[in-house]
């Protein structure tokens, strides 16, 4: 049999770059895919082949997936990390944006797929892979465009898993908290360009302070640790449907789970004052 191939969405950096160079260490030809090409350079030591992606370009997407099965004539493994953090107030966040993080953490992950699945149920068989987020089960003040995205991904990757399994394909959906990459410096900095000097002031200087403290190892834990969680649901006999990964992942989706909701946003608000200040 030949070498199976993986291809990683959103691999210059952070997540998406370690699930690469895990998947080649399992034994995996890997794609990584992303617009900034220049940033996966490091990659290529690790025997990666790196694309050049943009998943709200329909032509770059199809390109990318043409490239890869013209030269294997399979793909097993979609990774869909591509995606980014829009943060602030609903009121002040332009409706441009909101679409462009549908249009990137969803629209770009369900077109990913659909363009990967014929050669997957040619297969009778395959792996898709989606990066959601504890955010896809829990919200925050300010973070409403992320939040609905990242639920949107968890109700679709389910709904895919029970439709692909007559195929022989597995949808898994990694769950991660807080990480060490640049996500939440990006992320908090874009909140207080957008809503730190307005109404939503005071609140937005509390989750965007919440937000970098991912940053630090205290908070979050480093992508290779997701990376691994990507890693077991590509090459296990049966994969997890959900895979929460990170510090505090598990405590908060229980909470989630087991507190009402005005008693989970006491404890959530009281947590991020006492981290953002």
Do not use: C
């Not at 895990?22 to 790196?50: D, I, N, Q």
Request: glycine share 12%.
């Amino acid at each position: 049999m030949s070498q199976p191939v993986a291809l990683v969405t959103g691999a210059s950096t952070g997540i998406g770059f370690e699930a690469a160079k895990k998947l080649s260490e399992h034994g995996f030809t890997v794609y990584a895919g992303a617009r900034r090409v220049g940033k996966m350079e490091p990659l290529k030591a690790f025997g990666v082949k790196v694309l050049d992606l943009d998943v709200t370009d329909d032509a770059s997407m199809a390109a990318a997936v043409g490239t890869i099965l013209e030269a294997h004539g399979r793909i097993d493994v979609l990774v869909n990390n591509a995606g980014y953090g829009s943060y602030g107030s609903l009121e002040e966040v332009e409706p441009a944006e909101g679409r462009r993080q549908f249009d990137v953490n969803v629209f770009g992950l369900a077109r990913m797929t659909q363009l990967v699945l014929p050669a997957m149920r040619a297969a009778a068989q395959g792996r898709i892979i989606n990066v959601s987020s504890i955010g896809g089960k829990m919200y925050e003040p300010l973070g409403a465009w992320y939040h609905a995205t990242k639920f949107a991904v968890e109700g679709l990757s389910d709904s895919l898993r029970l439709e692909l399994k007559p195929h022989g394909i597995k949808v898994s959906i990694i769950e991660p908290a807080g990480t060490q990459t640049e996500w939440g410096g990006i992320s908090g900095e874009s909140l207080l360009a957008t809503s730190g000097h307005g109404p939503y002031g005071d609140q937005a200087k509390i989750v965007a302070a919440a937000l970098a403290s991912t940053a630090g190892a205290g908070m979050s834990t480093h992508p290779e640790v997701i990376a691994d969680a990507i890693a077991h649901a590509a090459t296990a006999a049966r994969p997890k449907t959900r895979y929460p990964v990170g510090k505090g992942a598990r405590a908060i989706v229980t909470l989630r789970r087991l507190l009402p909701d005005r008693a989970f946003d006491a404890v959530f608000w009281a947590v991020y004052q006492r981290v953002g200040r």
